[in-house]
């Protein structure tokens, strides 16, 4: 956390300062800023229904955002890449299941022993598993839909 701290704010008191003086860079700042306060309530009430079981709150608030972030932020970029190169899709999908799968594991391991470092680097892992996931279902939606629109059109050209 010291390092993502020192790395943000070696440069974000500048930004905040150009978006403060810019009325289009505060109108591009709310756009990409509000999806992710939607996003965050929407991970927060995920954490309230399992409040019960801290834990188990805190991953299924963890996944909610990290899913969500994933689809909102990076799925319009990769999300046609991997819809073209489908054998890719696939390889990621194996690694992103190992990497997940990992996390838990390394997660229940970390928990049990109260390992602090192994905790961050079980979370980390994933946070970008679940985004990395989040990217390939959104590929597969659009696969999925671009499947539907080939069969409508191949249906009406009949």
């Known amino acids: 956390m010291n390092v993502f701290n020192a790395w943000y704010y070696s440069f974000s008191p500048y930004v905040a300062d150009y978006i403060n003086q810019s009325s289009s860079a505060k109108s591009f700042a709310r756009l990409i800023l509000h999806p992710l306060i939607k996003i ?6 995920s954490y309230k229904v399992f409040q019960h079981t801290p834990e188990f709150a805190v991953y299924t608030a963890g996944f909610v955002a990290s899913f969500l ?10 999300a046609p890449i991997l819809l073209l190169k489908r054998r890719l899709s696939r390889i990621i999908w194996k690694i992103t299941s190992l990497i997940f799968l990992l996390s838990s594991i390394l997660s229940l391991t970390g ?6 470092g192994l905790m961050m ?18 590929a597969k939606l659009l696969n999925m839909f671009c499947e539907v629109l080939r069969k409508f059109r191949s249906n009406l050209l009949a």
């Open 40 to 45: 965050l309530y929407v991970a927060s009430t």
């Open 69 to 78: 972030i994933g689809t909102v932020y990076f799925s319009p970029a990769f």
């Open 111 to 116: 928990e049990a022993t109260a390992h602090f």
């Open 121 to 138: 680097f079980a979370t980390s892992c994933f946070v970008i598993s679940t985004i990395i996931a989040s990217i390939l279902f959104s």
